[in-house]
T-cell receptor, first 115, second 110 residues
Framework: DTAVSQTPKYLVTQMGNDKSIKCEQNLGHDTMYWYKQDSKKFLKIMFS???????INETVPNRFSPKSPDKAHLNLHINSLELGDSAVYFCASSQGGTGWSDTQYFGPGTRLTVL | KNEVEQSPQNLTAQEGEFITINCSYS?????LHWLQQHPGGGIVSLFM???GKKKHGRLIATINIQEKHSSLHITASHPRDSAVYICAVRSPTSGSRLTFGEGTQLTVNP
């Protein structure tokens, strides 16, 4: 069974469209994350939810809106897509908390291409 | 300047060589992670360290908290080790947020 799954794996769309990426984890974790990996392979945190509550909200455009219907799911909705949104988006999950031993498990990534 | 710096950015080795990838950070941390990103894009957590040294198979990770430095070593490297290796740190004041280095692209030739 896949621990952290994302759909779709690839997403090609036109500028100005609205799209969603879905993430699900079956690890029973309390915390989920969205990361963006740019063309230089640099990973950066976007959002984090703990038990459906937003706990990290980095400086990202408000066109990006995360939604967590339950603690096993964290979806990312993007409005009015722009060329610069093209990247690979990774979902991850962890047990959460501030303990040093909190391991994050990553999904396979969604490659978004905006034309 | 990034809070987490890795070196080298790119590394090419011959099969069997001993490999070292370095990570320096400028903030206080509660933990340091080493991640591996496969050519297909998947990311796997290799190690999580708060002190000392950890070993898993041919991989060894060390950390020196005083010097704010960590190294990832690969012994008897193999072409299947070719991947991007990413260092990430977790600050005690940032909750579960990870700050990432830019990664080291390792290519091991047969």
């Amino acid at each position: 069974d896949t621990a952290v799954s994302q759909t779709p794996k690839y997403l090609v769309t036109q500028m100005g469209n609205d799209k969603s990426i879905k993430c699900e984890q079956n690890l029973g974790h309390d915390t989920m994350y969205w990361y963006k990996q740019d063309s230089k392979k640099f990973l950066k945190i976007m959002f984090s939810y703990n038990n459906k509550e937003l706990i990290i909200n980095e400086t990202v455009p408000n066109r990006f809106s995360p939604k967590s219907p339950d603690k096993a799911h964290l979806n990312l909705h993007i409005n009015s897509l722009e060329l610069g949104d093209s990247a690979v988006y990774f979902c991850a999950s962890s047990q959460g908390g501030t303990g040093w031993s909190d391991t994050q498990y990553f999904g396979p990534g969604t490659r978004l291409t905006v034309l | 300047k990034n809070e987490v710096e890795q070196s080298p950015q790119n590394l090419t080795a011959q099969e069997g060589e001993f490999i070292t990838i370095n990570c320096s950070y400028s903030v206080g941390i509660s933990a340091l992670h080493w991640l591996q990103q496969h050519p297909g894009g998947g990311i796997v957590s290799l190690f999580m360290l708060s002190s000392g040294k950890k070993k898993h198979g041919r991989l060894i990770a060390t950390i020196n908290i005083q010097e704010k430095h960590s190294s990832l070593h690969i012994t008897a490297s193999h072409p299947r080790d070719s991947a991007v290796y990413i260092c990430a740190v977790r600050s005690p004041t940032s909750g579960s947020r990870l700050t990432f280095g830019e990664g080291t692209q390792l290519t091991v030739n047969p």
